[in-house]
């Protein structure tokens, strides 16, 4: 009591239980629809569980933060914003009682838009004769190339290759 000028002091441990978020790579899938949007397997991030913890899904960070609407499947989860979404795992410690929330970022890669060539034509009775064929690209996006001769793997990865043979590249 302080009005008697009196007081007493007691230790008081505090114990500080944690579930760290976690740094969780994005997933990413590519647009076969054109639109932005496809079904995601969020059981595919990877959310690291103890025995202890589980893990709920959530479409926004406060829904996380409130144990509110979690989702009911993550395994055919459709992204609710064109190309690039997130959601959030919130992670719950039984032995603790603490909980970390995550995020996990979801992209969807467009498709690049291909012009198909026409037929080229080999000529087979003029030794080294080569044609030039290319990708047929539409738009200035950066992409990768894999080509393929007859089902295949071709060695070239560029727009455009050089061939001197007749098949489907």
């Known amino acids: 009591s302080y009005a008697n000028?009196?007081?007493?002091?007691?230790p008081l441990p505090l114990n500080v239980n944690t579930t760290a978020g976690q740094t969780i790579a994005g997933l990413e899938l590519c647009d076969i629809q054109r639109n932005g949007f496809v079904?995601?397997?969020?059981?595919?991030a990877n959310v690291v569980l103890a025995p202890q913890q589980t893990a709920a899904?959530?479409?926004i960070l406060q829904s996380a933060l409130l144990e509110q609407n979690p989702?009911?499947?993550i395994v055919q989860y459709v992204n609710t914003?064109?190309?690039?979404?997130s959601v959030f795992v919130r992670i719950d410690?039984?032995?603790n009682g603490c909980s970390g929330i995550s995020e996990i970022p979801l992209q969807?890669?467009?498709?690049p838009e291909i012009e198909p060539n026409d037929d080229a034509f080999i000529c087979i009775n003029q030794p080294g004769f080569e044609v030039t064929i290319d990708a047929g690209l539409l738009d200035s996006q950066p992409y990768d190339f894999?080509?393929?001769?007859n089902g295949g793997p071709w060695p070239d990865t560029t727009y455009s290759i050089d061939v001197n043979q007749t098949g489907t590249y």
């Open 71 to 73: 989702l009911t499947s």
């Open 5 to 10: 000028g009196c007081s007493t002091t007691y």
């Open 93 to 95: 410690d039984a032995v």
């Open 39 to 44: 079904t995601f397997d969020l059981s595919q």
């Open 108 to 111: 969807v890669n467009r498709l």
């Open 81 to 85: 914003t064109a190309y690039n979404s």
């Open 57 to 59: 899904y959530y479409i």
């Open 146 to 149: 894999v080509w393929h001769f």
